[in-house]
């Protein structure tokens, strides 16, 4: 079976090909924050590091937010993004405490109610 | 010729690799989590594996979108870890075995399977922290390693029938193989767990405890969901259930549990452990 962004699974992106081929630049930039020098190049100068990576306007705008919603819709992929959050020292729990408009301790408290269901 | 003694299945969670490094074992969090282990270790301690079969995703460290295999086989002699942006500390190196490594990818591609050759390789948190917390405390790894990558980043995902049926085609391909080695096989990643979307933070207790039961006593079961089906039982990182699949289809014959934990939450995850034996292997150690 075919899969594709737009399956209609509630709240539940697919990076399918679509999405892999909007986000190829921002996803491609994220990739390089393996490496720490590029973290630092990245804090440095910003719009340059965007830039470098042909970002567009609406990647460079989720960029400037740290808006992970927009980071997705706009091709990101969050094994790479985390790597992305991970220069703010964001962890899972507070991009995942973005998406779903709680706060981190309602996040978590929600995922400890998982465990007792 | 080799012997298969088991299957060992972890979750990966990067945070897991930051409480080894802080020492938090102890931990009111990360007891729950850690305390299943030892048992695993006993296990593995008696069962004396030469070499670790490792099933696992690559989440960018290796691997990016310009060129994704679906399934990667790595033929290193040895493998390393590396900074995933988080600059968390890296684990020693890994010994490989390219002689396993290369009679496994003939019988793969004999066997129809097109996979990826890989003589270089780095390997990730989900390959290094199930080896550190089934060989903990430094000094060297007392196993060598196969890598295979699956791919879990980018869809279309390999189906879980064919993840399925690449673990029984790996396992046949250790039992043909003329060394008398012994070979456990690992897989890595879940339970259910989802990063992103307003779904974020999805867990699927009941779901999670029936693949963990089927995996020992009834494991096709799992091959007939579709990869959408894992994405909404498990969420959307949950796929990763394929390489516990994987490592479970490696095993021929009779099973015992030797060992299961599961806890929630670890990070955005539900952790799960699960340690299967040959039931051949053990008859013939006893002997």
Not at chain 1, 70 to 84: D, H, M, P, Q
Not at chain 2, 3 to 21: D, E, K, L, Y
Not at chain 2, 179 to 206: C, E, M, W, Y
Request: aromatic letters at 10%.
């Amino acid at each position: 079976m075919e899969t594709r962004s737009d399956d209609g699974i509630p709240g539940t992106p697919i990076f399918d090909g679509r999405q892999a081929r909007k986000g190829y630049a921002l996803n491609a930039m994220c990739f390089s924050f393996n490496d720490e020098s590029n973290r630092e190049a990245f804090r440095r100068d910003e719009e340059a590091y965007c830039r470098r990576f042909g970002l567009d306007e609406a990647q460079r705008q989720a960029v400037a937010r740290r808006n992970v919603a927009a980071l997705i819709a706009a091709g990101g992929n969050i094994y790479y993004l985390a790597k992305f959050a991970g220069i703010f020292g964001l962890d899972v729990q507070d991009i995942g405490a973005q998406q779903t408009g709680m706060t981190k301790a309602a996040f978590k408290a929600m995922l400890e109610r998982a465990g007792r269901s | 010729m080799a012997t298969i003694v088991g299957s060992v299945m972890t979750s990966h969670v990067p945070a897991i690799g930051r409480a080894i490094a802080r020492q938090l074992e102890a931990d009111a969090y990360w007891k729950p989590f850690f305390d299943g282990y030892p048992p695993v270790r006993e296990w593995l301690d008696a069962a004396r594996p030469d070499v670790a079969v490792v099933f696992y995703q690559d989440h960018g460290l290796n691997f990016f979108l310009d060129a994704m295999p679906t399934f990667a086989v790595g033929a290193a002699a040895e493998y390393r870890n590396a900074d995933e942006g988080w600059g968390l500390p890296t684990v020693r190196p890994f010994r490989g075995d390219p002689a396993l490594s290369w009679h496994i990818i003939e019988r793969l591609v004999a066997d129809e399977f097109d996979i990826t050759m890989c003589q270089q390789m780095k390997v990730d948190h989900a390959l290094t922290l199930p080896m550190a917390l089934l060989w903990p405390g430094g000094g060297d790894w007392p196993v060598r390693i196969v890598p295979i990558a699956m791919n879990h980043v980018q869809h279309p995902l390999p189906s879980p029938k064919r993840s399925y049926a690449l673990g029984a085609a790996v396992g046949r391909a250790i039992a043909s193989w003329s060394d008398d080695a012994r070979v456990v096989v690992l897989g890595t990643g879940g339970l259910s767990h989802q990063l992103d979307g307003a779904r974020a933070g999805f867990i699927n207790k009941p779901f999670d405890l029936m693949c963990m039961d089927a995996l020992v006593d009834d494991p096709v079961k799992l091959t007939r969901y579709s990869t959408l089906d894992l994405v909404r039982e498990a969420g959307a990182q949950g796929t990763e259930l394929m390489a516990w699949m994987a490592a479970r289809a490696a095993l021929p014959g009779p099973v015992r549990k030797v060992h299961a934990n599961y806890h929630v939450p670890i990070s955005n995850t539900a952790a799960g452990l699960l340690a299967i034996e040959n039931m051949a292997a053990s008859l013939a150690r006893a002997a």
